[in-house]
């Protein structure tokens, strides 16, 4: 398992030093890195099943046409021979990128499930999108993802199936904050008319329903993150995905509310529950905030009692034991900066001198300044 990742000017990273904890979380301004590396993570654990879905759908990629098919096109150039650097775990000896553009015959067994940015793309009029309907260049893990779940709605949702809510489908103290927050009380669904797994919203089966093109903004984003989440989460007695170790998450906050991110993370956090160790990218200060109000919990004597009231759920069997995983899981925090140094910001101490500790990777600097801003208009009136 990858433990600890070392790189030297591997595309806008001049420099980093990066340990992954039970869940790792990456912050900073847009192109600065992070789904680089995440993207590169991916490739460090999956080479070999990354290989082989390749040559599943034609592709016989090497060198830098690998680089350009699996990170996007126009990417091979984060990776220059002469001056990148590699060094996983512990060894002084650089790991070589271009090794890992080349086959073998080593076990394909996915160890990672990549759920990227871009994710609203897998998601056409309401239909899914197999991994050919992109073109060549498009990056690797979001074809991959699309294809994923192409196979969950085609092959295993049936035609005017109820998707969401489920009852096998995650606790009712998970589930209820997702239709209140982010649902908004519809119901998710696939639509006969079509013959083809189209996803739909109403109110129920009778209710007229709703397209993909006049849902909201965040349902759009979050109905392929749903989705992936099923498969993450099985309803039957296995608690996870025995074959799968890492969990991606690009961005879970895109086009939700605060509320609707909470009901999120608190998803997030069942799948550490499971067993998974999760990495995210984020913009969002609201991440960081639970995040920092359970380190402070483990500092300072929190109880389980005090991450159900943070997380707004109720005590339950089930709730008590996400409780208890949450102040047991070890949290770490990196900051991708614009002048390419990668900086571990795990205190999240707001008192902190380092202006990127301090600042939380720039996304509390807006909110001090207006309130700097706001009391000094206030001193002058009074």
Not at 129 to 136: L, Q
Not at 150 to 155: D, F, L, S, T
Not at 161 to 179: I, W, Y
């Amino acid at each position: 398992m990858v433990k600890r990742i070392r790189a030297h000017g591997i595309g806008p990273v001049t420099e980093a030093d990066i340990s992954f904890g039970d869940i790792t979380i990456f912050v900073g301004p847009q192109a600065t890195g992070k789904s680089i590396f995440l993207q590169l993570l991916k490739l460090l654990v999956d080479k070999a099943a990354i290989h082989a879905a390749m040559r599943r759908f034609g592709m016989a990629p090497r060198g830098t046409n690998f680089l350009d098919l699996y990170f996007g096109e126009g990417m091979a150039s984060i990776w220059s021979a002469g001056s990148s650097q590699l060094f996983l775990g512990q060894a002084r000896t650089p790991t070589n990128l271009e090794d890992y553009t080349r086959a073998n015959k080593s076990n394909f067994q996915e160890k990672m499930f990549y759920i990227p940015a871009q994710r609203v793309m897998s998601l056409r009029d309401g239909m899914t999108r197999p991994f050919t309907d992109y073109r060549a260049g498009d990056p690797f893990v979001l074809r991959d993802f699309s294809e994923k779940l192409h196979g969950i709605v085609q092959n295993e949702i049936g035609l005017n199936e109820g998707v969401f809510p489920k009852k096998q489908r995650f606790s009712e103290d998970l589930r209820k904050p997702l239709e209140e927050h982010i649902f908004g009380g519809f119901e998710l669904r696939t639509d006969a008319t079509t013959h083809q797994g189209r996803l739909v919203l109403g109110r129920s089966a009778s209710h007229p329903s709703l397209p993909y093109l006049v849902w909201s903004a965040g349902q759009r984003e979050f109905v392929p993150l749903l989705l992936g989440l099923y498969w993450l989460l099985p309803s039957s007695r296995k608690p996870r995905r025995d074959d799968l170790d890492w969990v991606v998450i690009e961005e879970p906050e895109m086009g939700l509310h605060p509320n609707g991110i909470g009901a999120v993370l608190n998803l997030i956090l069942e799948l550490r529950l499971r067993g998974y160790r999760i990495c995210i990218s984020t913009h969002s200060p609201h991440v960081l905030d639970i995040i920092w109000a359970l380190k402070f919990f483990q500092e300072s004597g929190g109880l389980k009692e005090d991450v159900l009231e943070l997380l707004g759920l109720g005590s339950k069997p089930k709730t008590t034991k996400l409780a208890e995983s949450a102040l047991e899981s070890e949290f770490k925090t990196y900051y991708f900066g614009r002048d390419g140094k990668v900086c571990d910001i795990s205190s999240l101490d707001p008192g902190s001198d380092s202006v990127a500790e301090g600042g939380w990777g720039g996304l509390t600097d807006f909110s001090s300044r207006v309130g700097d801003i706001v009391a000094r208009v206030a001193s002058r009136t009074m």
